[in-house]
């Protein structure tokens, strides 16, 4: 593969070249904009383009937006201070900037929730190992967050030590599969792979976990539900992984670390990821009374520029997107974590 979105860490990524540093212009604009939207006593369901009025600044989303779906498939958006908004604000901020770069949202859960609050919980007893990923402080293998379009995430608050987001071109581990390993693209393309979902957005699956589709290279997965939890058993007459299905989850994480680029972290930053040509992970971390990694995590859709999905995969989208038997619950503040259901531990 030829493209703009096959890249290397190794061959050292500029972050001047993904970070739109805004400007006191820019962001008094954000500010308006937020006036604006809370003058016409809405809810959040109603943020848009036409809503939340960015008329400078979206020149330059609409830009990243076409470099997110065409081009690199990652940016950061910097110079935002999460401290000077409310909780609700920060949301609508959140929701304003993002409708310029994709503007349908996902549900989450199975309680329609449209966010993620991903952060260590504190509270509970339970061990790190057998939280959700994003409640717990462990590092992250490499993955995608199953049917969605566009990671975004908004930066809350960075930890003492660790936590940043780490990224590796999907169609660069293609490439190299491509050169070294053509039998395990044949395995991750074959439509065996077993996902032992246990909720109602997320249903148990089988299907490939490497597509070819619209000119396009999709690799879409996440561990857990396809190599199961050490003390949890498989649903009833699900498969386990074959020793090649292991051997095929093994060389994407190598080739990913050796191709892999650390996003730094600060707080304010937004993110947004191409779920579908980017695979990423996270470092381990610690939190101290004073630092708390916080990140919101919503996942979104650009109508216009999104890709083509075989079916598989647009199922599964469809049902995120636009699921009606899940009601959305705009969950907008942060709820203490004291039990984690199984469900939340099978998905990213």
Same mark, same amino acid.
């Given at each position: 593969?030829s493209s ?7 061959e050292?990524?500029?972050?001047l070249d993904?970070?739109l540093?805004l400007?006191?212009s820019e962001?008094?604009?954000i500010?308006q904009?937020?006036? =604006? =939207?809370?003058?016409l ?8 383009k ?7 600044l979206?020149?330059?989303l ?5 470099d ?6 990652? %940016?950061?958006i910097?110079?935002?201070? +999460?401290? /000077?908004?409310s ?8 929701l304003?900037i ?16 449209? %966010?993620? !609050? ?8 339970? +061990? ?13 293998a490499?993955h995608t967050?199953? =049917?969605? @379009?566009?990671l ?9 030590s660790g ?12 490439n190299?599969?491509?050169?070294t390993?053509?039998?395990?693209l ?8 077993? =996902? ?11 299907r ?10 999709i ?10 939890l050490?003390?949890v058993a498989?649903?009833?007459?699900l498969?386990?992984?074959?020793p090649?299905?292991v /051997? ?5 994480q190598?080739?990913a670390?050796?191709?892999? !680029? ?5 707080l304010?930053?937004?993110i ?7 695979l !990423?992970?996270? /470092?381990?971390?610690?939190?101290d009374?004073?630092?708390t ?9 650009? /109508? ?8 598989p995969l647009?199922?599964? @989208?469809e ?7 899940i ?10 974590r004291?039990? %984690?259901?199984?469900?939340e531990?099978?998905?990213?």
């Open positions: 593969l703009d979105l096959v890249w290397s860490g190794e050292g990524i500029n972050e993904y970070t540093v400007t006191s962001k008094s604009e500010q904009a937020l006036k =604006f =939207f809370s003058g006593g809405l809810d959040g369901s109603q943020v848009t036409d809503t939340f009025p960015l008329p400078t979206q020149h330059r609409h830009s990243l937006s076409r997110l779906h065409q081009g690199r498939g990652f %940016f950061t910097r110079g935002l201070d +999460p401290d /000077e908004f909780p609700e604000d920060n949301i609508l901020v959140f304003g993002s409708s310029y770069i994709a503007e349908k949202r996902a549900k989450q859960d199975d309680h329609g929730n449209l %966010f993620a !609050h991903i952060r260590q919980a504190k509270l509970p007893s339970v +061990p790190q190992e057998d939280r959700p990923v994003r409640d717990s402080n462990l590092p992250s490499f967050d199953m =049917f969605c @379009n566009v975004a995430m908004q930066i809350r608050g960075c930890a003492a936590g940043n987001h780490i990224i590796a071109s999907a169609w660069n581990v293609y190299e599969l491509a050169r390993r053509k039998d395990l044949e395995v991750l393309a074959t439509p065996n792979w077993t =996902f032992d979902h246990r909720g109602r957005l997320m249903e148990p699956d089988k490939p976990l490497l597509y070819y589709h619209g000119g396009k290279v690799l879409n997965f996440v561990r857990q539900p396809i190599m199961g050490a003390n498989r649903s009833n007459g498969p386990t992984v074959t090649q299905q /051997e095929a989850l093994d060389a994407i190598s080739i670390e050796k191709h892999q !680029h650390h996003l730094s972290m600060q304010g930053d937004l947004f990821i191409n779920n579908l040509s980017i !990423h992970a996270r /470092e381990g971390f610690q939190d009374e004073e630092n990694r916080y990140l919101v995590r919503m996942w979104l859709k650009n /109508e216009s520029l999104a890709w083509k999905l075989p079916l647009q199922r599964g @989208n049902r995120l997107f636009n699921s009606l038997d009601e959305e619950k705009w969950n907008i503040r942060y709820q203490p004291l039990r %984690f259901p199984l469900r531990r099978l998905s990213p």
